[in-house]
């Protein structure tokens, strides 16, 4: 149930290798045994990775965080006095984001200490989330070491908003399925009021997550937030077509729920109210008719104050059509005809297309992958996550598994030299998987 909070389960430290290495390092880091461990998922849906956190409070004020991957310098601070750095995103800095969310949610100053130990194995930078499993795990280790509760929910919003302080204006998909997954169902999520709702997946299908080994950093490039911003200026342009109040409009999503119409009549609107041809930052201005000063300041994150170039009717059609995309693959999974895996195939494929040319956050290597995936026996193949790198899903039969994964490995991984490390798990099957929770140690 959503109201419920995070769960929390007893178990042998000493019968879970993770765990019990985690337990060995931060005694050799901090000279002590962790008094509880949080762990919490990416997207997707992935069972065996995520990311894990040794948790000691400690007495004095100071915030020690350390990490089992080199490539992540220890890090300490003041809890008191929490910077988060937007224009260098490092890790630690994604801790800070799920820390400080909860602070202020319970409107504390003043907050004890703690060591922590991070060991994360979601690739990162690779649509899988891996920045959201960290804030939420971060959010759910404060929590549980101010000994407060919350509910999932709950947990999920602040740490959905709290993710925003990297400088990203991510929407908060991420952060509810990390909370809110349970273990052998997909979920729709849906906002307003957040809530997750069970979706069977066809039994005789897989999905299979390859990764294209192009990173993007979502904080560290403004892409990311230049498709927000688009989609924002969609929104009001919008609303302002319709008479409704547009300057409180932020989502594209609240046009339709103000007119009450349904999305394939939003797709109408959009088509009568937005040309296809890009708008430049003076054409908004005399849409809206505000300055470019307000424009900027008012409107635009920081890192999009200078873009000139806003396809607001591409990125609309994609956002309705995909949301509409969305509903009919509930509906097929609901219905389960007997071409279910073909279907729900088809709208994986118009979902990439949409991508890439309405919403263009594909790369070459994402299409290339993607088509390979298609040609050895997946009926549906799409990106995942923001885009612009990262990896693909597939949905492939069962019984062409074995064949499917031994090909893709050749065509796209082997033939390419592209990076073959393990611990990237470039390739693999990933079955619905539960959320974020607390392990105390039996
Ligand atoms: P993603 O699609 O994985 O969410 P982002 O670009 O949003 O990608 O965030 C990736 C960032 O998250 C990394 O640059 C790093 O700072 C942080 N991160 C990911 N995994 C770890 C980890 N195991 N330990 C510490 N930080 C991590
Ligand atoms: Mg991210």
Redo the contacts with the bound molecule.
């Keep these: 149930m959503a109201m419920e909070g995070p769960a929390r389960r007893r178990i042998q430290v000493a019968e879970h290798p993770r765990l019990l290495k985690l337990k060995e390092i931060f005694n050799s880091k901090f000279g002590s045994i962790p008094k509880f461990y949080v762990r919490a998922p990416?997207r997707v849906n992935i069972i065996e990775q995520d990311?894990l956190i040794a948790v000691e409070p400690v007495k004095t004020h100071t915030l020690q965080l350390a990490?089992?991957?080199p490539?992540?310098p220890d890090f300490s601070t003041s809890a008191n006095n929490i910077q988060i750095d937007r224009t260098n995103?490092?890790?630690?800095?994604?801790?800070l984001c799920g820390f400080k969310g909860i602070q202020e949610h319970f409107g504390l100053s003043n907050l004890t200490g703690m060591n922590c130990l991070?060991?994360?194995?979601?690739?990162?930078?690779?649509?899988?989330?891996?920045?959201?499993?960290?804030v939420c795990c971060a959010g759910l280790v404060t929590l549980t070491v101010l000994g407060m509760n919350l509910s999932k929910v709950e947990l999920a919003e602040i740490c959905a908003k709290s993710e925003r302080y990297?400088g990203?204006e991510?929407g908060g998909m991420?952060q509810s399925i990390s909370f809110l997954a349970e273990e052998g169902t997909a979920k729709l999520i849906e906002f307003s009021p957040l809530r997750a709702t069970d979706v069977k997946l066809p039994s005789g299908a897989v999905f299979v997550i390859a990764n294209s080994c192009v990173?993007?950093?979502?904080?560290?490039t403004s892409h990311?937030n230049v498709r927000v911003m688009e989609c924002r200026l969609a929104a009001k342009l919008l609303a302002k077509y319709k008479s409704l109040q547009w300057d409180k409009v932020l989502r594209l999503e609240e046009v339709q729920t103000e007119l009450g119409i349904s999305l394939e009549e939003m797709l109408l609107v959009t088509e009568d109210a937005l040309h296809s041809e890009p708008y430049s930052p003076e054409e908004i201005c005399k849409c809206l008719g505000i300055s470019l000063e307000e424009l900027r300041t008012q409107i635009l994150s920081p890192n999009t104050q200078d873009v000139l170039i806003f396809k607001l009717y591409q990125r609309a059609k994609h956002v309705y059509s995909e949301a509409a995309r969305v509903l009919q693959f509930k509906k097929i999974c609901e219905e389960a005809p007997d071409n279910i895996v073909q279907l729900l195939g088809e709208l994986m494929n118009q979902s990439h297309k949409s991508c890439r040319d309405m919403y263009e956050c594909s790369c070459p290597e994402l299409d290339q992958l993607v088509d390979i995936c298609r040609k050895f026996g997946a009926p549906g193949s799409r990106l995942t996550?923001?885009g612009w790198g990262?990896c693909t899903v597939s949905i492939v039969p069962a019984d062409k598994l074995p064949s499917f994964l031994a090909n893709v490995q050749e065509a796209y991984y082997q033939r390419s030299n592209r990076s073959l490390a393990p611990e990237k798990q470039s390739l693999f099957v990933t079955k619905p998987g539960g959320g974020a929770l607390v392990f105390l140690e039996a």
């Design positions: 990416g990311m990490n089992t991957n490539l992540y995103p490092l890790w630690h800095n994604y801790f991070v060991d994360g194995n979601i690739p990162p930078s690779s649509g899988l989330s891996s920045s959201s499993a960290l990297i990203t991510g991420d990173e993007m950093n979502k904080a560290a990311f996550g923001a990262g």
